[in-house]
């Protein structure tokens, strides 16, 4: 049994009540590590809560930088959309902290990491499995999905054992977040008929009227400035949240298939993702060659699977990353995109490696395709299919 656990810990009633209920009921010693991904709420008081709680130490990291340019810039490059629509906002952040959970272990000299994912999510599979590939030897645990807890018997625990937990009313959505985007969770909306009502939005409320444009700049498939101006990739998503969001674009709702082989109703909100990922996809069509872009998009669902699946430390995932980087060599260059209530869409592109040739393309004077050509490509190209129509198809009946 581990002596000395590090628990992701979150501030939250759950992770709260879990760090005296391992000491009580696990006889651990618990470190606390809080992560700043980017997430709405701040960490204020986080430090007193898991102290007043019994944890024997506590570390806060801000990862929004690393989060951004390890976790997030691969997943652009890659055009990862879960299920062809979510940005995998959460299963994103959980191999991060479960890295720095792991780094932590090792400073406190710790034999243990937990978390506070319930049984029935993704979440779960994706700490322990990064856990089981960075640090096997560390024991796991999960003590939310152990205790058998409802929601007022934790709040019940936390009174008699003196935890502070701050405002425990009632929860209506389970609510995950960070830089990349939000996800909201049940209520109203376990219903999959039902619309999710208005007060579940906050990165995508309107409050912009006036149509706006932007330019997104990319190297090599990463974001690296915004207007021209030169930002890290975090400042970057921060101010498309802001900017797109306040034209209330960025939304989804969708029924996806959890790991755990569960059909759940899931909306979230993921503005300054998805204008990205809008424009590394448009920048793509200007400078990735046809059959790169055709292997490209039959491996992006892989890929997003695998994020989604807990498998971002994988053999798999290094393999296809090294593909994806070297279709990335030319996806540098400007994509122009245009804001209305609502609605966001991409209006121009440029790049100087771009395969667009005018003079092949154009219909004017300039015309450099030699069109006689076609003539002969176009009689060998359907001379199968001629073929099948004279002896079995169509044609066969005249
Ligand atoms: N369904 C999404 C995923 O699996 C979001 C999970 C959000 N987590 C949460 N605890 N509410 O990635």
Same mark, same amino acid.
């Given at each position: 049994?581990?002596?000395?656990?590090?628990?992701?810990?979150?501030?939250?009633?759950?992770?709260?009540?879990?760090?005296?209920?391992?000491?009580?009921?696990?006889?651990?010693?618990?470190?606390?590590?809080?992560?700043? &991904? #980017?997430?709405?709420?701040?960490?204020?008081?986080?430090?007193?809560?898991? +102290?007043?709680?019994? /944890? *024997?130490?506590?570390? @806060?990291?801000?990862?929004?930088?690393?989060?951004?340019?390890?976790?997030?810039?691969?997943?652009?490059?890659?055009?990862?959309?879960?299920?062809?629509?979510?940005?995998?906002?959460?299963?994103?952040?959980?191999?991060?902290?479960?890295?720095?959970?792991?780094?932590?272990?090792?400073?406190?000299?710790?034999?243990?990491?937990?978390?506070?994912?319930?049984?029935?999510?993704?979440?779960?599979?994706?700490?322990?499995?990064?856990?089981?590939?960075?640090?096997?030897?560390?024991?796991?645990?999960?003590?939310?999905?152990?205790?058998?807890?409802?929601?007022?018997?934790?709040?019940?625990?936390?009174?008699?054992?003196?935890?502070? &937990? #701050?405002?425990?009313?009632?929860?209506?959505?389970?609510?995950?977040?960070? +830089?990349?985007?939000? /996800? *909201?969770?049940?209520? @109203?909306?376990?219903?999959?008929?039902?619309?999710?009502?208005?007060?579940?939005?906050?990165?995508?409320?309107?409050?912009?009227?006036?149509?706006?444009?932007?330019?997104?700049?990319?190297?090599?498939?990463?974001?690296?400035?915004?207007?021209?101006?030169?930002?890290?990739?975090?400042?970057?998503?921060?101010?498309?949240?802001?900017?797109?969001?306040?034209?209330?674009?960025?939304?989804?709702?969708?029924?996806?298939?959890?790991?755990?082989?569960?059909?759940?109703?899931?909306?979230?909100?993921?503005?300054?993702?998805?204008?990205?990922?809008?424009?590394?996809?448009?920048?793509?069509?200007?400078?990735?060659?046809?059959?790169?872009?055709?292997?490209?998009?039959?491996?992006?669902?892989?890929?997003?699977?695998?994020?989604?699946?807990?498998?971002?430390?994988?053999?798999?995932?290094?393999?296809?990353?090294?593909?994806?980087?070297?279709?990335?060599?030319?996806?540098?260059?400007?994509?122009?995109?245009?804001?209305?209530?609502?609605?966001?869409?991409?209006?121009?592109?440029?790049?100087?490696?771009?395969?667009?040739?005018?003079?092949?393309?154009?219909?004017?004077?300039?015309?450099?395709?030699?069109?006689?050509?076609?003539?002969?490509?176009?009689?060998?190209?359907?001379?199968?299919?001629?073929?099948?129509?004279?002896?079995?198809?169509?044609?066969?009946?005249?």
């Amino acid at each position: 049994m581990a002596k000395r656990v590090v628990l992701a810990y979150s501030g939250g009633l759950d992770t709260s009540v879990a760090v005296r209920w391992m000491i009580e009921n696990l006889g651990v010693e618990v470190v606390c590590l809080s992560a700043d &991904v #980017g997430q709405e709420g701040t960490l204020e008081g986080n430090r007193e809560k898991a +102290l007043g709680a019994g /944890a *024997i130490a506590y570390e @806060e990291l801000d990862l929004r930088q690393e989060f951004a340019d390890d976790f997030l810039a691969p997943l652009i490059k890659a055009n990862a959309l879960y299920e062809d629509q979510y940005p995998l906002v959460s299963a994103l952040s959980r191999p991060l902290i479960a890295k720095k959970q792991v780094e932590i272990a090792r400073k406190y000299g710790a034999d243990g990491v937990a978390h506070g994912c319930t049984g029935k999510g993704n979440d779960q599979v994706r700490f322990e499995v990064s856990y089981m590939a960075l640090a096997p030897d560390l024991e796991q645990l999960a003590p939310v999905r152990n205790w058998g807890f409802t929601r007022e018997d934790s709040i019940e625990y936390a009174a008699t054992h003196g935890i502070p &937990v #701050g405002a425990t009313k009632e929860k209506l959505y389970s609510i995950d977040d960070n +830089l990349f985007g939000r /996800a *909201i969770e049940c209520g @109203e909306m376990e219903d999959p008929w039902a619309e999710p009502p208005a007060g579940v939005w906050k990165m995508t409320e309107r409050t912009a009227t006036e149509p706006a444009e932007f330019t997104v700049s990319f190297e090599r498939g990463v974001p690296v400035a915004l207007d021209g101006e030169v930002r890290p990739l975090f400042e970057i998503v921060i101010a498309l949240n802001h900017l797109v969001g306040s034209y209330g674009w960025g939304r989804l709702d969708m029924v996806e298939n959890r790991r755990v082989g569960i059909k759940s109703r899931e909306t979230y909100e993921a503005p300054g993702a998805l204008a990205i990922m809008l424009a590394h996809r448009d920048l793509e069509s200007l400078t990735v060659e046809r059959d790169l872009g055709r292997q490209k998009i039959a491996l992006q669902h892989r890929y997003a699977e695998l994020v989604y699946d807990g498998l971002w430390y994988s053999p798999l995932r290094d393999a296809l990353d090294a593909f994806v980087d070297v279709s990335q060599r030319h996806v540098t260059g400007d994509v122009r995109l245009r804001l209305e209530p609502n609605r966001c869409w991409v209006v121009g592109r440029r790049a100087p490696k771009s395969l667009y040739d005018y003079g092949l393309a154009t219909y004017d004077a300039a015309d450099r395709f030699r069109h006689a050509d076609s003539e002969g490509f176009v009689r060998i190209w359907g001379l199968g299919v001629q073929t099948w129509s004279d002896v079995q198809g169509p044609g066969s009946q005249r």
